[in-house]
Structures are given as C-alpha cells and as structure tokens.
C-alpha cells in the first residue's frame, strides 16, 4: 500500500513554508493559535510542522478560509490537486462593474507577488469595514 505522503505528492518542507509563511503575514506566533483559529484540534498544526504529518484535504480547506486565501493555495502545498469548487478563473468577469474590474486591473498589475497579495489583503480590510458599516 502507497503510503499517503507519496500517494498526494507531498513534500513536507512545501506545506511547511506556505504555512509558516500564512502564519507570519497574520502575526500569529504559536501553532495553537493556528490551529484552533482554523478549527482544527489544538495540535494539528504542530504535528504538519514538526512531524511533517500530511493534512487532511478538510484541514487544507479550514486553513485556508482561516488565512483568507484561496483554499487551492493551501490544498496544492499539500500536494492534493485544486479543488474547482475553489477556482476563481469560473466567475465571469464580464459580469463585473466597472470599478471592481479597475481594482482587478490596478491588482493584476503588481508584478511583486508578496506584495500583489499584501495589497489584496488591504483592500479586503476595507471591504469588510465597509461591509460593517
């Protein structure tokens, strides 16, 4: 029997990084706080980080939604194939009004990925401000 970490592909050091790199952008310091933030058991993230362990794809997904990004971020660092439910490239952007197609564009065109994400994270805080308000 293939064992799960060769079956999916997984390379422990990738989720690692993506990971660490998810919690680093929240300034979140303890695999705890992660873990139950996501709503996961208090030591799931410790052991994908520490033993290297391969997560669940609904583990994936909860972490995903839990650092407000796309769930197929996290699902392709663990080795599992995109997921289409979570691909953005189905949305029309036809559909889309004029101003929310100039952000796309004005987002699009930061070549900086850290800092095209950092930016979408930005104008993210203000939509949910401005949903609250």
Known sequence: MTP???????????????????????DETSYRQTSLGAGLDRDAVWHF???GTLPHRDACILLGQHFRVNPNEVL????YDPMPIFDLSLIDPDEFSPEVKAVARALSGIEDADRRRAACRA????IEMAASA
Not at 4 to 26: A, T, V
Not at 76 to 79: K, M, S
């Open 4 to 26: 799960p970490s060769r079956r999916y592909g997984f390379e422990p050091e990738k989720f690692i990084s993506c990971l660490k790199r998810l919690m680093e952008e929240r």
């Open 49 to 51: 980080v520490e033993k």
């Open 76 to 79: 392709e660092a663990a080795g």
């Open 123 to 126: 104008v993210r805080v203000l």
